[in-house]
């Protein structure tokens, strides 16, 4: 659960729910002995607002700029000069056109890179070239400080640098070498259940029973990256294919002569955009097996 605290609340950005945040330890009972932890944006908020005290900081989040009206009352404050600091998540790394902004800071730049995720580092490169892109965009000079704990990491070197053609064609090569996409293909299976031992039954059923198909490679099962969502345990396979085989065509025929008990749920995430996908959540590129 993240703490909201502007709004006074806390919640799952995987499933959604949403609660107040107790007064008490659910656990122990223990009244008032809940601490936030972690670097968030209110955090952070305060972290500068004890460095610099007289400074007027505005803190943009889904939670403060969540209409139209609320973005042009911001814009209006920062072209009017009635504000000197900005603490923001991801909304303030594109659209924004502000001359008087000499100054970005990006705090765990690297942190979007932990995970797995194959996109990972297009993803960081591309958030951090936009939010860079918002200082010394007058006639006054910019700079840019970046937060990392891989300042080896070829994407923060190329942030450095500034040599995105150099970074983009490296990225390409590796996914080449690998026959990633859009060299190759993967498709996720999740496989979910209320029921722990269902879906620890189901799982490796569906990896004995993979078929023997030449440049096409099944690992798994394992824990899925979020191993529990909505009350549902979760394992998941991952399919990697040559790009010229049906991989739909080969999950539909394979998944459709298997069994499993009723409280079981899988689902078929082909061309995954992103690894850390719930997949069980009904996305309209994702296919639903009864």
């Not at 004995?208 to 030449?214: C, G, I, K, L, S």
Request: net charge negative; charged share 20%; with cysteine.
């Amino acid at each position: 659960m993240v703490e909201h605290r502007l709004v006074s609340r806390l919640a799952c950005h995987h499933c959604g729910h949403m609660m107040p945040p107790p007064r008490a330890c659910p656990e122990c009972q223990e009244v008032d002995s809940l601490v936030p932890v972690g670097p968030g944006v209110e955090r952070i908020a305060d972290e500068v607002q004890a460095l610099f005290p007289d400074a007027r900081t505005a803190i943009v989040t889904s939670d403060t700029i969540w209409s139209p009206a609320k973005a042009a009352e911001f814009v209006g404050r920062m072209e009017a000069g009635a504000i000197d600091i900005v603490v923001g998540t991801q909304l303030v790394t594109k659209g924004y056109h502000f001359p008087n902004l000499t100054l970005v800071g990006v705090v765990d730049a690297d942190l979007g890179l932990s995970g797995g995720d194959l996109r990972a580092a297009e993803r960081s490169f591309q958030q951090i070239s936009q939010v860079s892109g918002r200082a010394g965009r007058g006639e006054k000079p910019g700079r840019v400080l970046v937060q990392t704990h891989e300042p080896a990491a070829p994407v923060i070197a190329a942030l450095v640098s500034g040599d995105a053609e150099g970074f983009y064609e490296a990225e390409t090569e590796a996914r080449h070498e690998a026959a990633m996409p859009p060299f190759g293909r993967l498709a996720g299976i999740i496989v979910s259940s209320e029921d722990l031992g269902q879906a620890a039954e189901a799982a490796p059923l569906i990896g004995r029973t993979a078929p023997r198909v030449e440049n096409m490679a099944v690992f798994g099962p394992a824990p899925a990256p979020l191993a529990m969502l909505r009350g549902r345990h979760r394992q998941r396979l991952l399919v990697h294919a040559s790009r010229s085989l049906p991989v739909q065509d080969i999950i539909r025929d394979w998944l459709g002569k298997l069994d499993w008990p009723r409280g079981v749920r899988v689902a078929v995430d082909v061309d995954p955009y992103s690894f850390l996908y719930p997949g069980d959540t009904y996305p309209s590129d994702i296919h639903q097996i009864p």
